[in-house]
């Protein structure tokens, strides 16, 4: 069975400096792999998603992570942080292969808080 | 509207009483998700329509909840006799594609509480 594993369920930093958020996943198969974001009371929002294709992905907000197959992680990362990033973020598993391809797995979560 | 529209945003029952939860997906989109979001757990899955296929119910978990899509649009979450452990935030997403390797739009969610 898949999984995702989020390492932090709270990572706090300062405004204007780095963003590191961890993100490992079971792999049996090439998965697809994603990043979403959820603000207080809203919905959840793809950031970026992983698909096969370049291992560094670049998304929205100038937030990027890369797949590294040999770690089996997909980190997500900015090298700013904004007052606005702060937010619950989700890292997402999904396999191509076997009967439930469209079946993602998320992570619990890791809430960003951005201090000033 | 344009995004994907859910109702009631805020539900409180009591204790073994029935709730209907609406999804109203993006015009369109042929995949729609039920995910129960509780706290510091996750997104858990609970069902998924594709097109006229037969619903992937495995997610459900147990007989006093169930679902439906009529007419390939919107999406009614049904929990029977509800319990204290249903409260949660049910989120409904959807999608033009299968969703591995597309894009989910989510709703904001409809928080239900049950006491």
């Known amino acids: 069975a898949q999984s995702v594993t989020q390492l932090d369920s709270h990572v706090s930093v300062s405004e204007g400096t780095p963003v590191l958020l961890r993100c490992n996943y079971s792999?049996?198969?090439?998965?697809?792999l994603f990043w979403y974001v959820q603000h207080p009371n809203k919905g959840l929002q793809l950031l970026l998603k992983?698909?096969?294709?370049?291992?560094l992905v670049k998304g929205i907000n100038g937030f990027e992570a890369e797949f590294k197959k040999s770690e089996t992680s997909f980190h997500l990362t900015k090298p700013s942080a904004h007052m606005s990033d702060a937010a619950e973020y989700f890292c997402?598993?999904?396999?191509?292969?076997?009967?439930?391809?469209?079946?993602?797995?998320f992570g619990k979560g890791t809430l960003l808080t951005v201090n000033p | 509207g344009a995004g994907v529209s859910q109702s009631p945003s805020n539900k409180v029952t009591e204790k073994g009483k029935d709730v209907e939860l609406r999804c109203d997906p993006i015009?369109?989109?042929?995949?729609l998700y039920w995910y129960r979001q509780s706290l510091g757990q996750g997104l858990e899955f609970l069902i998924y329509?594709?097109?006229?296929?037969?619903?992937?119910k495995s997610g459900l978990p147990s007989d006093r909840f169930s679902a439906e899509r009529t007419g390939g649009s919107v999406s009614t979450l049904t929990i029977q006799r509800t319990q204290q452990e249903d409260s949660a935030v049910y989120l409904c997403?959807?999608?033009?594609?299968?969703?591995?390797?597309?894009?989910?739009?989510f709703g904001e969610g409809s928080r239900l509480t049950v006491l």
């Open positions: 997403a959807s999608s033009t594609m299968q969703g591995n390797t597309g894009e989910l739009f």
């Open positions: 792999s049996s198969y090439s998965p697809s």
């Open positions: 992983y698909t096969s294709a370049a291992t």
């Open positions: 997402v598993v999904s396999y191509p292969r076997g009967g439930s391809n469209y079946k993602l797995t």
């Open positions: 015009s369109g989109h042929t995949a």
């Open positions: 329509f594709q097109g006229n296929s037969a619903p992937d």
